[in-house]
């Protein structure tokens, strides 16, 4: 089983910045789609960004711009770099990883963002 692990949230002020993290237990970003999700209680978890193992991404539209989704394979780190933060960014943001049909969730870390 794959291991994921959230790291760098935290509380910031509107139009802050936050790089959060995701390290895999081994080394699947050749084979698999990797991706940041964020949920806030009672809303449905939604996608922010992915990045498949060519690299190809995509953002939703509601943080295009601001947000950037990279990977570091030799490390076996997914971040996302996130900009210009708005207090509606806040939520706690999920790293997720698809291989072949099976599907692995980090822990979550809390982003935090005051008006």
């Known amino acids: 089983q794959v291991q994921l692990v959230e790291a760098g949230g935290g509380l910031v002020q509107a139009g802050g910045s936050l790089r959060l993290s995701c390290a895999a237990s081994?080394?699947?970003?050749?084979?698999?789609?990797m991706g940041w999700y964020r949920q806030v209680p009672g809303k449905q978890r939604e996608l922010v960004a992915y990045?498949?193992?060519?690299?190809?991404?995509r953002y939703a539209d509601s943080v295009k711009g601001r947000f950037t989704i990279s990977r570091d394979n030799a490390k076996s780190i997914m971040y996302l770099q996130m900009n210009s933060l708005k207090p509606e960014d806040t939520a706690v943001y999920y790293c997720?990883?698809?291989?072949?049909?099976?599907?692995?969730w980090g822990q979550g870390t809390q982003v935090t963002v005051s008006s």
């Open positions: 997720h990883a698809r291989v072949t049909y099976s599907d692995y």
């Open positions: 081994s080394n699947i970003f050749s084979i698999a789609v």
């Open positions: 990045i498949s193992s060519g690299d190809s991404t």
